[in-house]
């Protein structure tokens, strides 16, 4: 089972900033956050992931609590091309064999004009 | 372009029929996942290969279906006998493992998904 919660959908204004939140409370010390997202029809796309300190790319910033018991996407400046589906995925990044992703439904993010 | 090739991007089967995928990871990575998505699901894990060995396959993957991963590069997902429940998108996603397996200095980069392939069983 997905060991993330995250709300179903979600609006954001185009230009804006959007944070899509996420709870991992059961997290356990070796497991990486990782951000994907899926625009319709096609494959999910990596967007970021982070172990304890907060993140940055060229796509969007990663803040995860001091307790990594949750996380939030912040996609500073929304364009109607980031409508799509985000997904917020717990894995072991070290120290296992395991790393096979689990995705749970994500957040449905709309952007509008 | 995330460099995980996937063919055919779609096709058309009748129930009964057998099909073959083909998917070419990022040629460095030693990882290969394959997912299955239904209508207004997240992609649900398959199984995945370390190299040329099936490492993990889930309770999704009935004797139906075969993935084989032969030389550690491409690998192909065979459906035997489809079914219109298996209509679904099946993706393909590959990644790096390093270090020494078993210990705490082994090392998994993110994974990187192709198109997918679109099944659908009329």
């Known amino acids: 089972d997905a060991k993330t919660t995250q709300p179903p959908s979600m609006d954001c204004a185009e230009g804006r900033a959007a944070n899509l939140p996420c709870n991992h409370s059961t997290i356990s010390g070796n497991e990486y956050v990782y951000w994907y997202r899926q625009i319709h029809s096609q494959g999910p796309q990596y967007i970021i992931h982070?172990?304890?300190n907060n993140e940055t790319n060229e796509m969007a910033s990663l803040i995860i609590t001091e307790d990594r018991k949750s996380s939030t996407l912040i996609l500073p400046h929304a364009t109607l091309r980031d409508t799509a589906v985000y997904y917020c995925i717990v894995r072991v990044g070290y120290g296992g064999s395991q790393g096979n992703l689990i995705f749970g439904k994500g957040t449905k993010l709309s952007v509008k004009p | 372009d995330t460099g995980v090739s996937q063919d055919p991007r779609h096709k058309i089967t009748k129930r009964g029929q057998n099909v073959t995928f083909r998917c070419d990871p990022i040629s460095e990575h030693n990882r290969l996942y394959w997912y299955r998505q239904t209508l207004g699901q997240g992609p649900e894990f398959l199984t995945y290969f370390q190299n040329e060995a099936q490492l993990e396959k889930s309770r999704l993957l009935s004797d139906r279906f075969s993935a084989e991963r032969p030389k550690g590069s491409f690998s192909t997902l065979e459906i035997q006998r489809t079914e219109q429940g298996d209509s679904a998108m099946y993706l393909c996603?590959?990644?790096?493992?390093?270090?020494?397996?078993?210990?705490?200095?082994?090392?998994?980069?993110?994974?990187?998904f192709g198109q997918g392939t679109r099944l659908t069983v009329v």
């Open positions: 996603a590959s990644s790096l493992v390093t270090g020494i397996a078993g210990t705490e200095y082994i090392m998994n980069t993110e994974a990187f």
């Open positions: 982070g172990l304890k």
